[in-house]
């Protein structure tokens, strides 16, 4: 079975912490994803990584970075953490392949005060 | 440019009765569609997909959907309800090798006893 772990299920930060959500996954996958989840708007891509190293925008990078280092962990990052990032973060993986399926962690839900 | 639309945010079925969560997408290019479930405190896990394979597809727990061109539509059902499928309902699509998952909004569904 796929896993997906992430590092946290739940975080609370106070405004202009920096904030890491760490992401890993054991089946070897190339595409790693985070999104965030928030009621009424589905989810959302932050960004996504399709090797290592190697990363591209998704719908709403503002106010986050990201980095992967190693394969198989990929981390997001609030370099300054706000109340509007106050929502749940989903990890995700998958092969190569438009088709193929993602694999999602049980998320990380942030609040920031 | 592709997009999901759910409508509604909310459905209720009792126990034993047919399971109806409606998609639409839009599309310039033949589309690959997913459904998506995520539990109570849980990440998203695959129902099932669209690979333009057979229009009728199969999934766990007794879903199926049907991919209609001519309606653009991706109609996720079960004939029987079951408490245990109470949970959100996430339609998504994708169109080739360099675009993204794009999500819906995302469907509860409760099932009343």
């Known amino acids: 079975d796929v896993k997906v772990t992430q590092s946290s299920r739940y975080l609370v930060k106070r405004t202009g912490e920096k904030v890491f959500l760490e992401c890993v996954q054991d089946?070897?996958?190339?595409?790693m994803f985070w999104y965030r989840q928030d009621p009424g708007l589905g989810l959302r891509l932050i960004y996504f990584?399709?090797?290592?190293?190697?990363?591209e925008k998704g719908d709403i990078p503002e106010g986050y970075s990201v980095s992967r280092e190693k394969k198989e962990r990929f981390s997001l990052i609030l370099e300054s953490a706000s109340t509007n990032q106050t929502s749940m973060y989903l990890c995700?993986?998958?092969?190569?392949?438009?088709?193929?399926?993602?694999?999602f962690g049980p998320g990380t839900r942030l609040l920031v005060l | 440019a592709q997009s999901v639309t759910q409508l509604g945010s909310h459905v209720s079925v009792s126990e034993g009765a047919l399971v109806l969560l409606r998609c639409n997408y839009s599309?310039?290019?033949?589309?690959?569609l997913f459904w998506y479930v995520q539990y109570p405190n849980q990440g998203l896990q695959l129902l099932l997909k669209?690979?333009?394979?057979?229009?009728l597809v199969k999934g766990i727990n007794g879903f199926e959907a049907e991919f209609k061109k001519s309606e653009t539509s991706f109609h996720l059902t079960k004939p029987s309800a079951h408490m245990s499928d109470a949970a959100e309902y996430f339609c998504?699509?994708?169109?080739?090798?360099?675009?993204?998952?794009?999500f819906g909004k995302g469907i509860t569904l409760s099932v009343r006893p």
């Open positions: 995700a993986s998958s092969l190569e392949g438009p088709a193929e399926t993602q694999y």
């Open positions: 089946m070897d996958h190339e595409n």
């Open positions: 990584s399709y090797d290592v190293k190697m990363k």
């Open positions: 599309s310039s290019v033949p589309p690959y």
């Open positions: 669209y690979t333009s394979a057979a229009t």
């Open positions: 998504a699509v994708r169109t080739g090798a360099n675009s993204k998952l794009t």
